[in-house]
């Protein structure tokens, strides 16, 4: 335990720290992230962006959402282990990250597998609220195609 | 007793000193502790806590834990995302047109470049640079409000030309210039007829007709079919379009006017809305935090030995960030 | 405040001050800033027995109501409506939800483990407030229209009503999960970091692992009610048309949403409870828990599992097959762990020394309670039978068995079995026991009529009803007076005790838990000394001490605290 007098938590406890990264004051508890980690991060973080609007513009069918998502999940894998340093964190930290990202997942997979069930039963047209406010406010308006519907 | 008020600090009382076996259990009771004792009590040191690492440790799970509240709580939002998105996959890919990509990444690559200042800026607290702290910190408050800024005049627009959820995405704007351009190409209004099932296969539903005008010449659909409305597909033809095609071109205020455009857009919409705008609030939550943060800075109150509120509060910026770098795709890259 | 007499036995020091931490400081502002676990935790308790009576109050209204078919107290069905749902609501959201964690729990987790304080005093009194907070939501709402959607706010009669409760309950319903939400952070950092040594995870006592898996579903469920109720306030307000089918939204989509948290709420419900209940039948039947990880684990198997079954609240709402099939099957999976702890706590009873003490009777009543609502629960999670079930009052008996039987059952319990220790005083055991058995003879009445009541055919949420359910109606009625009675004796059975009951020895039970090794009541920082860790369901070394009217630890019957030498100082108080 630390034996330094100081009384405020600013910047005097210089003296009781050991440097080991070229003259730097070293924290009391945590660790450091170099700077050239959070740089380099921040960098790829935005060519990844770049990539992935360029990638909006090719046109790659169904393939397109899912190298959107995967390159969004590699950034956000990249601002969760370095930015916000779980890389180095304690294991239950990311351990309640991974559950409550599994747990949405859990609710979006049951509730689209439920949602596709009956998706041949659903109506497709304008729905009542709709067709009514454009009959009353913009009448002869030609929006909102549907299609028939087929059982 | 009273709460001191500074944050991470709790005075909660002066009765014998705290037990810890090997540190000062032997009848060092009585005076409370900051006199008499032969190491030093941490100021920022809270009285449940037996050191430093404790608390450090404590506070970071603690946020984590809320940060794992946040993530599922815009969760639920992409849960309703991926139900509208799975029901109507065609109006995300006809309403992302209204989206524009550029302003969409130029807002991704400031709140990337902010969660970089903010980490930045946990790290000069860590080691004690106070001004190079206190730039970073303010460069990320900037990037907060270059975020609400963009954002600001993303909605400003849509707003006014009623790209909105609900059923007032279906009445035209309400100011001159879009009301004069909407009624130039009004079309006369044809009484609606009851209801009549023109195609046998077709089983009656108490909802609207479809007429196919396949042989119809190209002219504009409301005079043709008997409610106003006519297939999709026998548009596009008529007009010579590619199906799926916008046509919203340079009149993005007249999606009313647009001919392909799918039933239920208001609720790409209602959930871009509800999605952005919450976010929209996180960010400026962000920002108040943010600060606050600058504040203490300024006041001396982070250093090597205590930047816990930095780094708990680096680690709610990230999440901002990092729940727009999903609502980014999702949004503004739909093809 | 311990000290070693001549025989080596560690007692509880009186010539010491008797300052304890009702008396430390004085004054209201004192109480409403406080930072102290132990007085968060009374005023939770005070804000939530009164809840309790308020909902309570809606329960004889609406149980008198349905006396005759056709009106009776009440000409108007919205009436009856408003009634049921303000007992739904008030019961689920301020009294049941936060009664063990944050009235209970509060008080002695911190103490129970050997902290000084939970991990984040503020954010204690911030929950606190935040449930206030909530229930003045709730009032307010009483006052601008009051609403009669039923607990479950289901859309889109939520969403249309005319009645203008709804917006600012459901703003207290997101007010109060956010009090939920920092109550369970709080506790699992505590758990985790707040350890003194020699307290392992498996050192533990059973209730604070209840506690632990209970706020990790806190943490976990209760972010998705907020944006359930948060989309729900934009669908009434603004119309945004994502539930409402007049606008291409899905109503369904609603009942995931919120049966998502709902079905881990009823979880977060019942496992303190049963945390509880594992300290009751050990305490006062002096007999180590049989079975301690496997009801640890099951504890937190249960947290884990109750985020699986939301849609059997869902089998009939328009659910896929597919999904109705998947639900059903889990759900009978998530029976399993709560039946390995009623084993385990009735081999805990088998061969030991059961002292009939008021607590014992609630655990007793407990483990029957919840064995029937447990087991009624598999009739509605077996999907044919639940067609002709669901909605109909064999499901009000079945979760008002676990909820009231068996949740409240053990808050009451867990209530008394605290009680010396929270006051320091002793409550009349005749009246105690008397009170659990009306209560229990009461609740029985109320109840098991219901499922027949139900497996009939009688509605639930009805305000109207055919002839011949009559009389199973005001069997019923009658049973919820007698219930009645039964609550009113426990409260003044244990107001009485504040007044005239006994001073209270710090350990009236003969528990080895660390919460028994302070005074009754505790002093403001809980141990003056760092206790010492031994096995907390090791009975064998307490022996009953006449001039502390209590039991005390016998140090050489022992071995684990003579292993360690303690190593004290002279003069240690």
Excluded at chain 2, 145 to 161: N, W
């Amino acid at each position: 335990m630390s034996h330094a007098t100081h009384t405020q938590g600013g910047s005097h406890g210089a003296h009781d720290s050991h440097d080991s990264h070229g003259g730097e004051v070293h924290p009391l508890v945590g660790h450091l992230v170099p700077v050239s980690l959070l740089v380099g991060t921040g960098l790829t973080l935005l060519v990844l962006t770049i990539i992935t609007v360029v990638v909006r513009y090719i046109d790659l069918g169904e393939f397109n959402i899912h190298i959107a998502i995967g390159i969004a999940v590699i950034k956000a894998s990249l601002v969760v282990l370095f930015f916000m340093h779980l890389r180095w964190d304690r294991p239950f930290n990311l351990l309640m990250f991974v559950a409550c990202v599994l747990l949405v997942v859990l609710m979006m997979s049951f509730t689209v597998m439920d949602s596709k069930q009956y998706e041949h039963l659903e109506f497709k047209g304008n729905p009542p609220t709709v067709q009514t406010t454009l009959e009353r406010a913009a009448p002869g308006a030609p929006v909102a195609r549907f299609t028939q519907y087929a059982p | 007793m009273r709460p001191s008020g500074r944050k991470g600090r709790v005075d909660v009382s002066t009765l014998p000193a705290n037990a810890s076996a090997h540190e000062h259990g032997d009848g060092a009771g009585g005076k409370g502790h900051d006199a008499g004792h032969d190491h030093a009590h941490p100021p920022f040191l809270a009285h449940h806590f037996e050191s430093p690492a404790q608390q450090f440790d404590s506070a970071k799970l603690g946020m984590w834990l809320f940060l794992a509240t946040e993530v599922l709580f815009f969760g639920g939002l992409f849960v309703a995302y991926a139900v509208l998105r799975n029901r109507f996959p065609e109006v995300f890919s006809y309403a992302s047109h209204y989206l524009d990509t550029i302003m969409g990444g130029i807002n991704t690559a400031v709140l990337i470049l902010s969660s970089l200042t903010m980490a930045l800026a946990v790290r000069y607290a860590q080691t004690g640079k106070k001004t190079a702290m206190l730039v970073c910190l303010w460069l990320t408050f900037g990037g907060a409000v270059g975020f609400m800024v963009i954002k600001y005049f993303e909605y400003e627009h849509k707003i006014h030309a009623h790209l909105v959820w609900g059923s007032t995405f279906y009445t035209p704007p309400h100011d001159a210039a879009g009301r004069a351009e909407a009624e130039a190409l009004k079309q006369p209004l044809q009484p609606a007829p009851a209801i009549v099932i023109t195609d046998p296969t077709v089983p009656a539903l108490p909802m609207l007709a479809v007429t196919p005008p396949v042989d119809q010449p190209a002219i504009k659909p409301a005079t043709q079919a008997p409610s106003g409305l006519a297939s999709t597909a026998a548009i596009a033809k008529a007009e010579g379009l590619q199906t799926g095609e916008s046509t919203v071109g340079d009149h993005p205020s007249l999606h009313l006017e647009d001919k392909t455009m799918p039933a239920n857009t208001h609720l790409f919409f209602a959930i871009y809305y509800a999605m952005t705008g919450l976010h929209g609030v996180h960010v400026v939550i962000g920002g108040g935090m943010l600060l606050w943060l600058i504040w203490r800075g300024m006041r001396g109150d982070f250093g090597p030995q205590y930047f816990t509120p930095v780094d708990i509060g680096g680690l709610y910026w990230h999440v901002v960030d990092l729940v727009w770098i999903f609502l980014f795709p999702l949004f503004y890259l739909i093809h | 405040m311990t000290a070693i007499n001549a025989n080596n036995d560690s007692v509880l020091d009186h010539t010491a001050s008797t300052d304890n931490y009702l008396t430390h400081t004085r004054g209201f502002l004192s109480w409403a800033l406080t930072l102290d676990h132990k007085r968060i935790g009374v005023m939770y308790l005070i804000g939530v027995l009164t809840s309790f009576l308020g909902g309570g109050i809606f329960a004889i209204l609406l149980r008198t109501e349905l006396l005759t078919p056709g009106p009776t107290i009440t000409a108007n069905p919205t009436t009856y409506n408003i009634w049921f749902t303000l007992h739904g609501a008030i019961m689920v959201f301020l009294v049941i939800i936060p009664s063990i964690p944050a009235a209970l729990g509060n008080f002695v987790l911190p103490i129970m483990l050997g902290a000084k304080d939970v991990a984040f005093p503020r954010l204690n009194l911030f929950s606190f407030w935040l449930w206030v907070i909530g229930a003045c939501c709730a009032i307010v709402s009483l006052l601008v229209g009051q609403f009669d959607t039923g607990w479950t706010f289901y859309v889109p009669y939520s969403t249309t009503t005319e009645l203008g409760g709804v917006v600012p309950v459901v703003v207290g319903v997101f007010i109060l999960g956010f009090s939920s939400i920092f109550t369970g952070m709080n506790f699992v950092v505590t758990i985790h970091k707040l350890r003194p040594p020699g307290m392992t995870w498996f050192r533990m006592p059973l209730f604070l692992w209840a506690l632990y898996a209970t706020a990790l579903m806190q943490v976990l469920a209760t972010p998705v009610l907020a944006i359930t109720v948060l989309l729900l306030i934009v669908e009434r307000t603004v119309g945004i048309g994502i539930f409402d089918p007049s606008l291409g939204g899905d109503p369904v989509l609603f009942q995931h949403f919120f049966w998502f948290y709902s079905h881990p709420a009823v979880y977060i419900m019942i496992v303190p409870a049963m945390g509880i209940v594992s300290e009751l039948f050990a305490v006062h039947s002096h007999r180590h828990i049989f079975g301690y990880r496997f009801i640890a684990y099951s504890s937190v198997a249960i947290a884990l599992f109750s985020f699986l079954v939301w849609g059997h609240h869902m089998f009939l709402s328009g659910q896929s097959p597919l999904l109705n099939t998947l639900f059903s099957a889990i759900s009978f999976s998530v029976a399993i762990p709560s039946a390995v702890k009623v084993f385990n706590w009735t081999a805990t009873l088998y061969k030991g020394s059961i002292s009939l003490t008021t607590p014992m009777f609630y655990a007793l009543a407990f483990l029957i309670l919840f064995t029937i609502g447990g087991l009624t629960g598999l009739h509605l999670a077996t999907l044919n039978t639940d067609v002709h079930l669901h909605d109909t009052y064999f499901v009000v008996a079945h979760f008002h068995y676990v909820m009231m039987g068996s949740a409240i059952i053990g808050m009451i319990g867990g209530l008394h079995h605290w009680w010396p220790k929270m006051t320091g005083r002793m409550y009349s055991e005749n009246l105690g026991r008397i009170a659990c058995v009306i209560v229990f003879i009461g609740f029985n009445i109320t109840f098991f009529t219901q499922f027949m009541l139900g497996s009939q055919g009688m509605p639930r949420r009805y305000y109207d009803y055919q002839p011949e359910y009559q009389i199973y109606h005001v069997i019923s009625t009658m049973g919820s007076y007698v219930m009645a009675v039964g609550f009113m004796l426990t409260a003044y059975t244990l107001l009485q005790s504040l007044w005239s009951g006994e001073r209270a020895p710090a350990n009236p039970w003969g528990g080895r838990s660390l919460e028994w090794q302070c005074a009754s009541p505790p002093p403001h920082d809980n141990f003056p000394v760092q206790p010492r860790v031994g096995d907390c369901y090791d009975f064998s070394c307490l022996r009953w001490s006449e001039e502390e009217n209590g039991y005390i630890v016998d140090r050489s019957m022992d071995p684990e605290l003579n292993a360690n030498a303690p190593k004290r100082a002279e003069g240690a108080r």
